[in-house]
């Protein structure tokens, strides 16, 4: 939207301004790898890359991890849970923020993690937020996810949603729907 405000006169989209829509591109679509990524989507990237901006420092940039996320990352990788069905589950605990001296909220960028796996095709990120509670990212590659972030007062995209749940014993009823979600979805394919 914002760039065919643009196109319309609205403003001018300088190097500055297709920087930042360029990487917006390129993090919502996690790297045109989402089915919502259409002709549409790749010709507006063309424009803005047309623009002579750096396409390779930007992607390369969406992808830095620095010492701490890596160890964050490596954390996701060896914690996470992932059942038979295709569903991947990992708890961040606030007291892993302040171990390894990152801020709530550092950890978005991993979100996509598990996501990488070919056996996963459903992902929920539960992050303890300072005030203790829970957010949870729900990610698919395929399998709708709206339906269970709003039944926990959440919604979103069919395949990235979130919500915030209270407590663990509400992150195990989150996990426990989701299960049922995917095992639903299989057996229909």
Known sequence: MIYELAQAGRFTVTAAVATKLYAGIIGD??????????????????????TDIDIATIS???????????KLYGYVLSEQTIEPSG??????????????????G???????LPGNLTTVKVWLFFIETPQGQYRV??????????????????????????AFVPDLVTVGQVIEQMQAQVLAATAVD
Not at 29 to 40: A, C, D, I, L, M
Not at 87 to 104: C, I
Not at 139 to 153: G, L, P, Q, T
């Open 29 to 50: 679509t996690v790297r045109f790898s989402t089915p919502e990524t259409s002709t549409r989507t790749l010709k507006i990237a063309s424009a803005l890359a047309a």
């Open 60 to 70: 390369h940039h969406e992808m830095d991890l620095t010492p701490a996320l890596s």
């Open 87 to 104: 569903l991947a589950h990992v708890v961040l605990p606030q007291r892993l923020f302040s171990d390894l001296s990152l801020e709530y």
């Open 106 to 112: 550092d950890e978005d960028a991993l979100v996509p």
């Open 137 to 162: 990212h729900f990610r698919s590659k395929a399998i709708n996810v709206n339906a269970v972030a709003k039944a926990f007062n959440g919604g979103g995209h069919p395949l990235a949603s979130g």
